[in-house]
Nanobody
């Protein structure tokens, strides 16, 4: 099974920045499309950002567009989510996901592999 491990979460003040990382085990990382999702207490899991296998296509939720940037380093088997200008409403558990069968996807059900999540808390 593919293993995904997120890191980089923490507590920051509004307006601050964090960079999340997601490491995928194995040597097939270049073949996986990757995505970031988040889930706040009492809310459904929502799409944040996604990137295609080659990194040429990226998609962002409207709520984070212009503030967050998704990128990948295939040599390190890692995808990143740079989060700037953080707001309290960004507080959530952030999950990374991977799939071999999509180019880029914004729907959680299209991803077959998920990490354990990392907590991001933005204080006001």
């Amino acid at each position: 099974q593919v293993q995904l491990v997120e890191s980089g979460g923490g507590l920051v003040q509004a307006g601050g920045s964090l960079r999340l990382s997601c490491a995928l085990s194995g040597r097939t990382f270049p073949f996986y499309a990757m995505g970031w999702f988040r889930q706040a207490p009492g809310k459904e899991r929502e799409f944040v950002a996604a990137i295609s296998r080659g990194g040429g296509n990226t998609v962002y939720a409207d709520s984070v567009k212009g503030r967050f940037t998704i990128s990948r380093d295939n040599a390190k088997n890692t995808v990143y989510l740079q989060m700037n200008s953080l707001r309290p409403e960004d507080t959530a558990v952030y999950y990374c996901a991977a799939d071999l069968n999509v180019i880029v996807a914004t729907i959680s059900s299209r991803y077959d592999h998920w990490g354990q999540g990392t907590q991001v808390t933005v204080s006001s």
